[in-house]
């Protein structure tokens, strides 16, 4: 068992044919209402510790608790981002991302997904990079760190830290 990676690794999402958008700076309208942000945790305790985090940045959340609800509210919505457990109750996060990614293949919609895991190796964080995850911060994640996070994927987050 490989040991954890260390708080924001950033990446790249590495799908064949679906380039994910470059943000250097928002445009000025891109994202001028607050960013809808899919919340992806099993534990009530998470879930809680990251919609405040996330509304404090000024994101609207909505809440899913399992892998194949988020998978369903993501083809039904068109969500900013995903923050994603890596070990969900029903399957791992590279099992959402992979179901996502192959989907937008038909969409073109690109889904920024922030993977949060806990004790996760490199080997299965590594999967989640190759499945497409936008970047991964391990648990627990400081409100600074999901800043970045979000502004990684292209949100002028600013709120109270």
Same mark, same amino acid.
């Given at each position: 068992m490989g040991?954890? !990676?260390n708080l924001l690794s950033v990446e790249k999402p590495q799908? $064949? #044919?679906l380039v994910p958008p470059v943000y250097e700076d928002? $445009?000025?309208d891109t994202f001028a209402t607050s960013p809808m942000i899919l919340l992806v945790e099993g534990g009530p305790l998470a879930q809680k510790l990251h919609r405040r985090s996330l509304e404090k940045l000024g994101c609207q959340v909505q809440r899913v608790d399992n892998a194949q609800a988020a998978i369903d509210a993501s083809a039904k919505t068109d969500y900013d981002a995903m !923050? !994603? +457990?890596y070990n969900l109750p029903d399957k791992? #996060? +590279?099992t959402?991302?992979?179901a996502i990614r192959?989907?937008?293949q038909k969409t073109q919609h690109? !889904?920024?997904i922030i993977l949060a895991a806990t004790h996760s190796t490199e080997s299965e964080l590594a999967a989640c990079r190759a499945a497409g995850s936008t970047c991964v911060l391990l648990k627990p994640i400081s409100i600074e760190d999901l800043r970045k996070a979000l502004q990684t994927c292209g949100f002028d987050v600013q709120g109270d830290a």
């Amino acid at each position: 068992m490989g040991k954890p !990676l260390n708080l924001l690794s950033v990446e790249k999402p590495q799908t $064949a #044919g679906l380039v994910p958008p470059v943000y250097e700076d928002p $445009a000025p309208d891109t994202f001028a209402t607050s960013p809808m942000i899919l919340l992806v945790e099993g534990g009530p305790l998470a879930q809680k510790l990251h919609r405040r985090s996330l509304e404090k940045l000024g994101c609207q959340v909505q809440r899913v608790d399992n892998a194949q609800a988020a998978i369903d509210a993501s083809a039904k919505t068109d969500y900013d981002a995903m !923050l !994603l +457990d890596y070990n969900l109750p029903d399957k791992n #996060g +590279d099992t959402v991302i992979q179901a996502i990614r192959v989907r937008e293949q038909k969409t073109q919609h690109y !889904l920024p997904i922030i993977l949060a895991a806990t004790h996760s190796t490199e080997s299965e964080l590594a999967a989640c990079r190759a499945a497409g995850s936008t970047c991964v911060l391990l648990k627990p994640i400081s409100i600074e760190d999901l800043r970045k996070a979000l502004q990684t994927c292209g949100f002028d987050v600013q709120g109270d830290a």
